[in-house]
Nanobody, 115 residues
Framework: QVQLVESGGGLVQAGGSLRLSCAASGSTFRFNDMGWYRQAPGKQRELVASISSGGGSTNYADSVKGRFTISRDNAKRTVYLQMNSLKPEDTAVYYC????????WGQGTQVTVSS
């Protein structure tokens, strides 16, 4: 079973930037479409960005389009989320997973955006 380890979260002021990383174990990473998800307190987990296995296709939730960029490095088995122009409503625990979320969830990384 693939293990996912997210990192890079923190406390940032509105308008700031963060870059999240997610390292995956195992050799199957490069064959899978990947996604970044987030879960805010009292809300359901939502998919905010996804990327195809080769990195050539990306999709974003309307709420983050134009501000977030997903990328991946298959040689490093890592997927990234560059988050710019952060807003307080981006505050959440961020997770990565397959785009169909069928792997076990990691511990996530907390992102807190202050106003």
């Amino acid at each position: 079973q693939v293990q996912l380890v997210e990192s890079g979260g923190g406390l940032v002021q509105a308008g700031g930037s963060l870059r999240l990383s997610c390292a995956a174990s195992g050799s199957t990473f490069r064959f899978n479409d990947m996604g970044w998800y987030r879960q805010a307190p009292g809300k359901q987990r939502e998919l905010v960005a996804s990327i195809s296995s080769g990195g050539g296709s990306t999709n974003y939730a309307d709420s983050v389009k134009g501000r977030f960029t997903i990328s991946r490095d298959n040689a490093k088995r890592t997927v990234y989320l560059q988050m710019n122009s952060l807003k307080p409503e981006d505050t959440a625990v961020y997770y990565c997973n397959r785009a169909d979320s069928r792997w076990n969830w990691g511990q996530g990384t907390q992102v807190t955006v202050s106003s």
